[in-house]
């Protein structure tokens, strides 16, 4: 059994900053690429960063410059900065992570997500 769980999200002012974390958990032999999508308010999900194992990174044109992501392979962790936040990034942010299992098997998992409000 594979779990993710993201953490670090909650209120914040307009123009400031929050750090989320994803944590993978169970039966994991190697885990590929990790990224962080967000699903605000009436709006489909939409992809904000990628990582893959080796640190080559992507962003939404519309945090880049804003967001960091990062990963600790070690800690099987994954990380998203987020600076200079706006209201409209209010979102859940969901953590997502292409896992090769102990048994070699290579599956898509996704955490149940964590909320982000930036509001005055």
């Known amino acids: 059994q594979v779990q993710l769980v993201e953490s670090g999200g909650g209120l914040v002012q307009p123009g400031g900053s929050l750090t989320l974390s994803c944590t993978a958990s169970?039966?994991?032999?190697?885990?590929?690429?990790m990224g962080w999508s967000r699903r605000a308010p009436g709006k489909s999900r939409e992809l904000v960063a990628t990582?893959?194992?080796?640190?080559?990174?992507n962003y939404a044109d519309s945090v880049k410059g804003r967001f960091t992501i990062s990963r600790d392979n070690a800690k099987k962790m994954a990380y998203l900065q987020m600076n200079s936040l706006k209201p409209e990034d209010t979102a859940v942010y969901f953590c997502?992570?292409?896992?090769?299992?102990?048994?070699?098997?290579?599956?898509?998992?996704w955490g149940q997500g964590t909320q982000v409000t930036v509001s005055a």
């Open positions: 997502n992570a292409e896992i090769v299992s102990t048994a070699r098997s290579l599956v898509n998992y």
């Open positions: 169970g039966s994991i032999f190697d885990i590929n690429t």
């Open positions: 990582i893959t194992r080796g640190g080559a990174t």
